[in-house]
C-alpha cells in the first residue's frame, strides 16, 4: 500500500506567517511520530501521537508548536509566528504502535525555509 | 539522562568492510534500531537488535552488546551508493511509552 506523505514538500514563509504542514500515515497505523531534522544534523523528536492522543509533547520546542491528529489518521503540525530558527526538514514517521518491535516509516519531508 | 554516541563520519574504500559504533546511556532499554538516510531523503529502517548478538541481513549486519551498552553496524562490500548517514537508535521505555531517542548520525563517505 501507499507510504508515508507529507504536503507540501516544501515551504517557503516569511517569519511572523503561521504554517501547517501535514501527514498522512500508512493505513492502520495507529503511531504517529513528528521530527525535526536541520541540515546535516540528527532527527529532533517533537511529538507522539498513540491514536487521536498525544501521550508525549516534550519535544516541543515552545508553545508556537502545536499539533493535532484527528480520526486516528492524519497529523497536523502548526507553526505560530515563525522565526528563521524554525526552518528546518520537518519529517513524520508512522507505525503500528505494537511497542517493543516497533519500525518506524517516514515521509519524504517537508522542507520549511523562514525567510 | 539518555545520550547516544557515534562518530560524526566515517570514510571507506568501494569494496571494503566498515564498522560504525554506537553507544548508548539510557534508562528502560529495549532495543537498538539502525536507520539509513541518504541526502535529501527520509530514514529508512535497516536493523533492530533486542538481544546480544550479531544480527545479518545480506551485505548489513548489527550487533548489540546490552551489558557494555553498546552496538555496531556492519556493512560489507562496500557499494558507493551505500554512501549515507547512519543513524542509530535505542528503544526505550519512557513515562510508560516505547520511545526511539536517536543519535546524531554518522555519515559515511564512500571513495572509489
Known amino acids: 500500500g501507499a507510504g508515508v506523505s507529507q504536503s507540501p514538500s516544501n515551504k517557503v514563509t516569511e517569519k511572523g506567517k503561521d504554517v501547517e504542514l501535514r501527514c498522512d500515515p500508512i493505513s492502520g497505523h495507529t503511531a504517529l511520530y513528528w521530527y525535526r531534522q536541520s541540515l546535516g544534523q540528527g532527527l529532533e523528536f517533537l511529538i507522539y501521537f498513540q491514536g487521536n492522543s498525544a501521550p508525549d509533547k516534550s519535544g516541543l520546542p515552545s508553545d508556537r508548536f502545536s499539533a493535532e491528529r484527528t480520526g486516528g489518521s492524519v497529523s497536523t503540525l502548526t507553526i505560530q509566528r515563525t522565526q528563521q530558527e524554525d526552518s528546518a526538514v520537518y519529517l513524520c514517521?508512522?507505525?503500528?504502535?505494537?511497542?517493543?518491535?516497533?519500525?518506524?516509516?517516514f515521509g519524504p519531508g517537508t522542507r520549511l525555509t523562514v525567510l | 539522562g539518555q545520550s547516544l554516541e557515534q562518530p560524526s563520519e566515517v570514510t571507506a574504500v568501494e569494496g571494503a568492510i566498515v564498522q560504525i559504533n554506537c553507544t548508548y546511556q539510557t534508562s528502560g532499554f529495549y532495543g537498538l534500531s539502525w536507520y539509513q538516510q541518504h541526502d535529501g531523503g527520509a530514514p529508512t529502517f535497516l536493523s533492530y537488535n533486542a538481544l546480544d548478538g550479531l544480527e545479518e541481513t545480506g551485505r548489513f549486519s548489527s550487533f548489540l552488546s546490552r551489558s557494555d551498552s553498546y552496538g555496531y553496524l556492519l556493512l560489507q562490500e562496500l557499494q558507493m551508493k551505500d554512501s549515507a548517514s547512519y543513524f542509530c537508535a535505542v528503544r526505550a521505555l519512557r513515562d510508560s511509552n516505547y520511545q526511539l531517542i536517536w543519535g546524531a548520525g554518522t555519515k559515511l563517505i564512500i571513495k572509489p
Open positions: 514517521a508512522s507505525s503500528l504502535g505494537r511497542g517493543r518491535t516497533d519500525t518506524q516509516y
